[in-house]
């Protein structure tokens, strides 16, 4: 039988593994709740979610991910909001930990060079030397 393309990496239908019926999965295993206890409505676990979904969608979708890139991903989002929620300590005015702040970006540098993110620069037109020759020319 053939399983629909959502499912098809999911853990719980991967060679190998023993597929249970989902009364039998966590919550989080059937996709229902991003997390185990939390009910996820406060502000930041809807930040979490969304950074969440930017990072999943960057990397072709929730469809083609691995459990293994699905729980980087996860990882990240995490690693994100708590180094947002410092940002907005050191923005009121409050002191914050620069090195903890600093290896919690470390971390997400490499959580995301993990998962295959990488810096894509873009072509800027005109170029700052196209400005300097035109300027230069007038």
């Avoid at 597929?19 to 039998?24: G, K, T």
């Avoid at 979610?49 to 989002?77: F, K, M, P, Y």
Wanted: proline share 4%; with cysteine; charged share 30%.
């Amino acid at each position: 039988m053939e399983q629909p393309e959502s499912i098809e990496n999911s853990s719980a239908v991967r060679a190998g593994s023993v597929a249970q019926p989902s009364r039998l999965r966590s919550r989080v295993t059937n996709g229902s709740s991003p997390f185990v206890e939390a009910d996820g409505r406060g502000p930041w676990a809807r930040r979490w979610r969304d950074v969440l979904g930017e990072i999943t969608s960057d990397l072709g979708g929730h469809d083609v991910l691995s459990e293994g890139q699905r729980q980087l991903a996860r990882r990240a989002a995490t690693i994100s909001i708590a180094c947002e929620r410092m940002e907005g300590e050191a923005a009121a005015g409050k002191e914050i930990d620069l090195e903890e702040y600093g290896r919690l970006t470390d971390r997400l540098g490499r959580a995301f060079q993990r998962l295959g993110l990488r810096r894509q620069p873009r072509m800027v037109e005109p170029s700052l030397a196209d400005i300097l020759n035109e300027e230069a020319a007038e």
